[in-house]
């Protein structure tokens, strides 16, 4: 129903003899402003005859009682048709174009015997993130009625927000439907505005399908904006303190900067620059400084609560013209200290089969924190300190008892390995000492053999130790 260009009413009503005037709402780009501006009514056949555009042309059943003037600095054009008659009754397009079906809004012209006039549609601007004020008509000052603004669209006017604390989904934290004085009058305060805020909404009093006392509003969002996009979350913690800038027009004139509490469309006075603070924040909140020069005054909260969660408006407000913006406050619960013995827990790992890699760091587990080396993370389980593949966590104290048994469990092997080793070195040679004796017929004594034997020089010591090997009788002559 409503085009990111263009845009308008989807419904106009009037009365015989009477008058209508239909506004068209478009971007105001270059394009825009200087391209063709058209009015047509569909015919039965589905092709849209010209009634008048901005080129001059004006058809004969029209001519005299329709005009349309474009503004293109306001980025709007209206079109007025007078002396209406029955069969004026049917569908048209306001569009932009150099045909009828370029870019176009239709919408539906009801001529009835007795209508009530709407007025005039109220056009509204408001930059990208900034904030807009809609003043809307009063009602009957005793009316209990709940007010409301809905946004109209090709199935009618879907509700946004409302005085029974109704508050769509995209709206929440950034509308507040405020009640005026005695005049019955209400406004409609929106910030953090978006592009996709630019359309036609209605406020009104009662029933959406009623029409007591409605108004149409036109909302412009500009694309280009000076306002900078502020965070839209703060934290803070149980306890703990926080402050905060509120930003303003520095050229504005203020009447009163405040801060409010936003619940369901509605915000309660917190405190203001006028010293005024609400009775059970005593203490704990404070407007403590305002710059006017740079546009911002300071809100700081102290001994913060779990129950101060939730939304909070700024606000400067200059007659019935007030700029705000909002920030949701979250808080966290106060974490226990980490250096607590009572509530901390060694985490003392399996040591694994492979004792060549150790590290040594003690990490503890504190109701869902945990820290290494002075060092705090999040954490949702006990977990074991990250080590490489192949290695173990072993606390400082258990490394040299682990090495000390690997020492002692090597020596029952070692051991017989050596003695047997010496045991055939000996057989072996005195054997072949012996072969020798009847060969070559000496009589010396197997003592004396023995203590003659040369022992090879060339023997590595680490071979002696980790291979066997029998001379052949060749290298014992030699």
């Known amino acids: 129903p409503v085009s990111s260009s263009l845009y308008g009413s989807r419904f106009l009503m009037g009365e015989v003899g009477g008058s209508v005037t239909h506004q068209c709402f478009y971007s105001t780009t270059p394009a825009n402003k200087h391209d063709r501006k058209y009015w047509c009514k569909i015919a039965r056949s589905g092709i849209c005859y010209t009634v008048i555009s901005t080129t001059g042309y004006t058809s004969k059943d029209h001519a005299g009682r329709v005009s ?52 005039p549609t109220e056009l509204v601007r408001g930059e990208l993130h900034g904030s807009v004020t809609i003043l809307c008509p009063p009602g009957d000052t005793h009316s209990v009625k709940k007010r409301f603004w809905c946004k109209l669209g090709r199935n009618g006017c879907a509700l946004i927000a409302d005085t029974d604390g109704y508050v769509g989904k995209s709206y929440q934290g950034r509308i507040f439907i405020t009640l005026q004085e005695s005049s019955g009058a209400f406004k409609i305060l929106i910030n953090d505005l978006k592009k996709e805020d630019s359309g036609l909404y209605r406020c009104g009093t009662g029933r959406l399908s009623g029409w007591d006392s409605q108004q149409v509003v036109a909302l412009q969002v500009t694309a280009a904006s000076t306002l900078p996009k502020r965070p839209k979350f703060l934290s803070g913690t149980v306890g703990g303190s926080l402050s905060f800038k509120c930003h303003h027009d520095p050229k504005g004139d203020y009447e009163k900067k405040y801060l409010c509490r936003w619940t369901a469309a509605r915000c309660s006075p917190l405190a203001d620059t006028d010293g005024f603070v609400h009775e059970s924040y005593k203490g704990r909140i404070q407007i403590a400084s305002s710059d006017q020069e740079s ?10 609560r779990e129950e101060d ?25 106060e974490a226990c200290s980490s250096q607590d013995p009572e509530t901390s827990t060694l985490v003392k790992p399996t040591l694994p089969s492979n004792p060549a890699a150790h590290s040594t760091p003690t990490q503890r587990s504190i109701t869902g924190l945990t820290y290494t080396a002075g060092t705090v993370t999040e954490s949702t389980s006990t977990l074991l300190p990250a080590a490489a593949p192949g290695t173990s966590v072993t606390p400082p104290g258990e490394i040299y008892h682990e090495r000390s048994s690997g ?69 014992v002559q030699g």
């Open 407 to 475: 020492e002692s469990r090597l020596l029952p092997v070692v051991l017989p390995a050596l003695i047997l080793l010496i045991f055939i070195t000996i057989t072996v040679l005195a054997l072949t000492k012996i072969n020798l004796q009847k060969e070559t017929g000496e009589g010396r004594s197997a003592a004396g053999n023995l203590e003659a034997a040369p022992i090879p020089s060339a023997l590595n010591p680490v071979k002696e130790q980790t291979m066997e090997e029998t001379p052949s009788p060749e290298k």
């Open 295 to 304: 546009g911002t005054y300071t809100v700081v909260m102290r001994h913060l």
């Open 68 to 119: 349309l003037e474009d503004v293109p600095q306001n980025g709007t054009f209206a079109v007025t048709m007078t002396e209406l008659k029955k069969n004026d009754t049917g569908t048209y397009r306001c569009g932009i174009g150099t045909t009828n079906r370029d870019l176009y809004v239709s919408l539906n012209l009801t001529v009835l015997a007795d209508a009530r006039d709407l007025g």
């Open 309 to 333: 969660a939730g939304w909070y408006w700024c606000g400067a407000k200059s007659g019935h013209t007030e700029h705000t913006s909002s920030v949701k406050l979250r808080i966290q619960k």
